[in-house]
């Protein structure tokens, strides 16, 4: 029961992305759809196994769906039959469609994405705890250097740190779990 429910969020969670994903890819809304799903119906069919391997759910569905973009897009190339019912779609688009997907490195996309989320939560930071923390982390003054230069006791630095590691923590392990 708890694959169904572990399998169930993962569902709710990635959907709509990798059909957002899926339909810049392919032309008709429908193929977009299909692809999305035939990569759950893969996923659910193999989730036990899977769950003991998967470290990055996000890279490895997106890596699924863009390789069934790809295959969908050689074949209508192949085909040379695919027409959007307004107007006939171009060898070359779908050449241009499918060279962009094999291009594609989800997991520099992915770690492009987790860095608008950390970059969001040390904005999210107060604004003293935010300037201590990138004082430390990125101009890389100790604790001692940062408190003279902010006319602070070194507890007060040591503590802004402390609440700023926490609050991190817990609003990264939150956009991660989710």
């Known amino acids: 029961m708890e694959n169904k429910v572990d399998f169930s969020k993962v569902y709710i969670t990635y959907y709509p992305k990798l059909l957002r994903f899926a339909r810049g890819y ?72 499918a060279e962009s997907l094999g291009r594609l490195d989800v997991y520099s996309w992915e770690m492009s994405e987790m860095s608008i989320l950390v970059h969001s939560a040390i904005k999210s930071l107060p604004r003293q705890c935010r300037n201590i923390f990138l004082m430390n982390r990125l101009e890389k003054m100790t604790y001692r250097e940062i408190a003279d230069q902010l006319h602070l006791s070194h507890n007060t630095v040591k503590r802004q740190m402390g609440i700023a590691l926490r609050k991190l923590r817990e609003k990264l392990d939150g956009c991660l779990a989710a």
């Open 26 to 97: 392919v032309i008709m809304e429908e193929d977009a759809e299909n692809i999305t799903q035939d990569v759950f119906t893969d996923v659910w069919e193999k989730w036990g196994f899977l769950m003991g391997y998967i470290k990055n759910m996000d890279a490895y569905l997106l890596t699924l769906v863009r390789n069934k973009c790809l295959d969908h897009l050689r074949f209508m190339d192949k085909e040379s039959k695919y027409v959007d019912h307004k107007q006939p779609v171009s060898d070359i688009e779908l050449e241009l469609k």
